[in-house]
């Protein structure tokens, strides 16, 4: 906790670059940008910054910081935006992230936000596995045994897929089946649970609440809780901004009432 602690301190924004030689938490995973860099174009940024993102949204109990570096590292790679990855990618490693996870967290969202996306995380991701001394022994098998599948829920699911879409659309539907819910989902290097908080964080970012439904319901069967699934809607309002953040909440609170039923 404590060289999580320091590397908050630090965030992306290290006030120079001796400092940044200095803060050995985060020494090979640093933002481009400087907090004095920040300061001479928006210094009610970095005020905001350093007050609130830091000095209270990381701060909030209602998610643990591992459960936050998934949830920024997922919606950073389903933005593309590259510039904060190694800060974050390195955070998410001191935040009890595995490099196991991390990869994996790159493979699944190729599925979900899309090839370049993913492509553009390795580059980033490769050079603080390097940095690092992170070896391929520590990353996940390309195949092997996979997790148990859950063959009424998945009969369900690809039933009601194919009654919907698939005399149109053949193709991705038997991709969905074959690929994403019958091999991708299943991949032990991540938890179920992660898998999802990965999933949704991706689709808030990326303003895709029409597939929100199923995946958050599917989180919270996957242990995600109600609490925890509203921290998250309020951590991605700073990470992907308001309007994304906002358009999740009737969603969200729909499947909550049915839920309680």
């Known amino acids: ?37 920040v300061q001479t174009v928006a210094p009610a940024l970095d005020k905001y910054t350093d007050d609130r993102l830091l000095g209270e949204v990381w701060k909030r109990p209602g998610l643990s910081a591992r459960d936050r570096s998934i949830v920024t590292v997922a919606a950073l790679i389903a933005r593309n935006q590259t510039i904060e990855m190694p800060y974050y990618f390195g955070l998410a490693l001191d935040s009890g992230v595995k490099p196991s996870e991390i990869s994996e967290i790159i493979t699944h969202l190729a599925f979900y936000s899309g090839w370049a996306n993913a492509m553009s995380a390795i580059a980033v991701a490769r050079d603080v596995f390097a940095e690092r001394k992170i070896g391929a022994e520590q990353l996940p098998a390309a195949t092997g045994p996979l997790l148990p599948l859950d063959e009424t829920a998945e009969a369900d699911r690809a039933a009601r897929v194919g009654q919907q879409f698939g005399a149109a659309f053949p ?4 991709y969905t089946t074959d690929v994403l819910f019958r091999d991708l989902w299943l991949r032990p290097a991540l938890a179920p649970r992660d898998r999802s908080l990965v999933t949704v964080s991706a689709l808030i970012a990326s303003g895709q609440v029409a597939q929100m439904s199923y995946h958050l319901n599917r989180a919270m069967d996957n242990g995600l809780t109600q609490a925890q699934a509203a921290e998250v809607i309020t951590h991605l309002a700073f990470y992907v901004g308001w309007p994304n953040a906002v358009s999740a909440l009737p969603v969200a609170k729909e499947i909550f009432e049915k839920r309680r039923h």
Request: proline fraction near 0%.
């Open 1 to 37: 906790m404590k060289r999580v602690a320091a590397a908050l301190a630090s965030l992306a924004l290290i006030g120079s670059s001796a400092q940044a030689e200095d803060a050995t938490s985060m020494s090979t995973s640093k933002s481009i940008l400087t907090r004095a860099a």
């Open 171 to 174: 193709g991705i539907v038997q």
